[in-house]
């Protein structure tokens, strides 16, 4: 295997989830249907999808053990700090990686998803 080409997520509730990703994160929808949303990430560079689930999720803990990264082309302080404007709560303060400065979030299902500057 050379690459990893997409992720998709599955949610409790879809509708909930793009709001979420689009209102609160900023993210751009590419396409959707009432069964998933594909969002495009830094101009197209990534994408990755929500979907309605593929098996029942009641009584499961969505999330654990999973995360996405995103790199970002911007200042990582001022991205936190704009998430924290929009309602987002962050998980503890920017660290520094191996990979460059780095903050966590969670959606709203519990999947953690990381914002990590590299310049």
Known sequence: MIQLTFASLQVRNL??????YTDKLG????NA???????????????FAIRTPLEPLEGKELGVGMALWFAVNENVEELKEKLIANGIITLGP???????????????????LTFLNTI
């Open 15 to 20: 509708e909930a989830s793009i709001a979420f």
């Open 27 to 30: 993210f751009v929808i590419d």
């Open 33 to 47: 249907n009432p069964q998933a949303c594909v969002f495009k990430y830094n101009q197209g560079q990534a994408s």
């Open 94 to 112: 920017i660290i520094d990686t191996p990979f460059g400065r780095a903050f966590h979030v969670k959606d709203i299902d519990g999947y953690k």
